[in-house]
Nanobody
């Protein structure tokens, strides 16, 4: 079964940190760009972080630059998103998703991804 399984997230106070993980199985993970996406109610989907297959290049939304760091370890079929200096505006459900495409295009892509994680709630509140 091909899937992405997410873990992490939860509740944190403003200024705090959280880590999201996404584990892939059943498909050629190292051939796929991976995106972390979020969509708050009433807002468009936002590509938060998009990682290429193996070159270490990662793209970030302007809203999270300097605060979020994405990484991937192909040997473990895993991607991680470290989120620091969290703000109330970061509160929403986060998804990891995979598509065999250029990561430079992935964050702005509004079509269907090939694989989706189940979603993880991030709540930033005092």
């Amino acid at each position: 079964q091909s899937q992405l399984v997410q873990s992490g997230g939860g509740l944190v106070q403003p200024g705090g940190s959280l880590k999201l993980s996404c584990a892939a199985s059943g498909f050629a993970f190292d051939r796929y760009a991976i995106a972390w996406l979020r969509q708050a109610p009433g807002k468009e989907r936002e590509g938060v972080s998009c990682m290429g297959t193996s070159d270490g290049i990662t793209y970030y939304a302007d809203s999270v630059k300097g605060r979020f760091t994405g990484s991937r370890e192909n040997a473990k079929n895993t991607v991680v998103l470290h989120m620091n200096s969290l703000k109330p505006g970061d509160r929403t459900v986060y998804y990891c998703a995979a598509l065999p495409t250029d990561p430079a295009e992935l964050c702005g892509y509004d079509g269907e991804m090939e694989y989706w994680g189940q979603g993880t709630q991030v709540t930033v509140s005092s």
